[in-house]
């Protein structure tokens, strides 16, 4: 039976590359640590002499404001990546990640990461690839926050995390964790009290359920409102 580290590492878009025996010998590298609902796991400014995998649960990145708010700048999910961009350019983490409910990561210091990739050169070209795709997307979210109304803004946030982490149940896709309006307004850019309007009006046309903290949508009825 394979470890819980090698599980999530094969669950990553970077070290999913590798073979079984090669993911073992680096296994002893990474550790298993344990954090609680709201936890801080690494702080703004904090040295970046750790890179995080998460293995179960998810975290969010938050970005404080000067004017003391938090930006939700995206919310991971088994086999991401989180603080890495800080790690490899041995910079403070620009940015906070938070457990949003009890959740397990693995992590590798900074000069053992570096090791493997000389070992493991691929694993170079698969980092690019990964925060590549990662600054495509951040590129996306400004476009949109700058261009879309905020109701197209909030519909293509729920669908982008029904996508990544939604399960199917009676044509809805359930957000698998609580989001509250706050957490959404956070990441698209709007107020919690726009935040609510707008859900309340997408619950009326029937594009979303909410139970117990959690989402589901109308995947095909929330595309088409999107291509409208």
Known sequence: MKSMKIETLKKSAVFACLKDDELASIDNYFDILNFKNNETIFAEGDPSDKF????EGNVKVLKHTMMGKDIILEIMSPGDIFGGVAVLDNKPYPASAQAM?????????????????????????EMVTYFSDKLRDAHEMLKNIATERVER?????????????GTEEGGYRTI?????????????GTTVETCIRTMSKFQKLG???????RNSINVVSFQRYLEE
């Not at 995080?52 to 293995?55: C, N």
């Not at 409910?101 to 070209?125: A, G």
């Not at 803004?153 to 982490?165: H, P, T």
């Not at 594009?207 to 903290?213: A, D």
């Open 52 to 55: 995080f995998i998460l293995a």
């Open 101 to 125: 409910k009890p959740v397990k990561v693995i992590k590798i210091r900074r000069l053992d990461l570096l090791k493997i990739m000389e070992d493991y050169p691929i694993l170079k070209l």
């Open 153 to 165: 803004r909030i519909a293509s946030l729920l669908l982008k995390l029904s996508e990544k982490v």
């Open 176 to 188: 698998d964790f609580p989001l509250t309006r706050q957490e959404i307004s956070e990441m698209v």
């Open 207 to 213: 594009l979303v359920k909410s139970k117990n903290g």
